[in-house]
């Protein structure tokens, strides 16, 4: 059996590049930082990396970095949405 490893960052990257996008990339968790700097990375944008605490299955609580949000066009990049 053979396993092939697939990313979709390239493709985010340049669709965010192409687009001539200044957004802020911002990873919910500091599991999805290399996510978050991989589309960083192809895109030329800068991102930060959140701060998640899980209580329980449904009691999340979530820090953003001090950085100013201002006129930010946020993007969130992680593995699942939901």
Do not use: C
Not at 1 to 16: E, N
Not at 49 to 76: C, F, M, N, T, W
């Amino acid at each position: 059996t053979r396993a092939i490893a697939l990313s979709a960052a390239p493709a985010m990257g340049a669709f965010l590049a192409a687009r001539g996008s200044r957004a802020l990339l911002l990873a919910p968790d500091e599991e999805a930082e290399q996510w978050v700097a991989s589309v960083g990375r192809h895109a030329g944008l800068d991102y930060a990396v959140a701060h998640k605490q899980r209580y329980g299955d449904r009691a999340v609580e979530i820090a953003l970095p001090a950085r100013d949000y201002r006129g930010a066009h946020v993007v969130l990049v992680d593995d699942v949405a939901s």
